[in-house]
Nanobody, 112 residues
Framework: EVQLVESGGGLVQPGGSLRLSCAAS????????MDWVRQAPGKGLEWVSA????????NYADSVKGRFTISRDNAKNTLYLQLNSLKIEDTAIYYC?????RGQGTQVTVSS
């Protein structure tokens, strides 16, 4: 059974940083590309970033490019998202995603 467990969210001021983690289990993590997506209050899911199975190829939504960094540690079966220079509009529940499967999410709230 695929399990994806996100953590690391919280309340942060504009301009602050957070590091999200996603612990994966139930599948061969190093064989799969992974994504981060988010859902802001009252809005649909928004794709944020993707990483190849090796970690060598990454992609970002224009809205987060230059501020967020996706990475992975295949030895630890863990996906990361470093969030820097956070803006109020980054407030959302952040999910890691494998194909159509995603975890329960972690809340990121950016507020002064």
């Amino acid at each position: 059974e695929v399990q994806l467990v996100e953590s690391g969210g919280g309340l942060v001021q504009p301009g602050g940083s957070l590091r999200l983690s996603c612990a994966a289990s139930g599948f061969p993590f190093s064989n799969y590309g992974m994504d981060w997506v988010r859902q802001a209050p009252g809005k649909g899911l928004e794709w944020v970033s993707a990483i190849s199975n090796s970690g060598r190829i990454t992609n970002y939504a224009d809205s987060v490019k230059g501020r967020f960094t996706i990475s992975r540690d295949n030895a630890k079966n863990t996906l990361y998202l470093q969030l820097n220079s956070l803006k109020i509009e980054d407030t959302a529940i952040y999910y890691c995603k494998k194909g159509v499967e995603r975890g329960q999410g972690t809340q990121v709230t950016v507020s002064s």
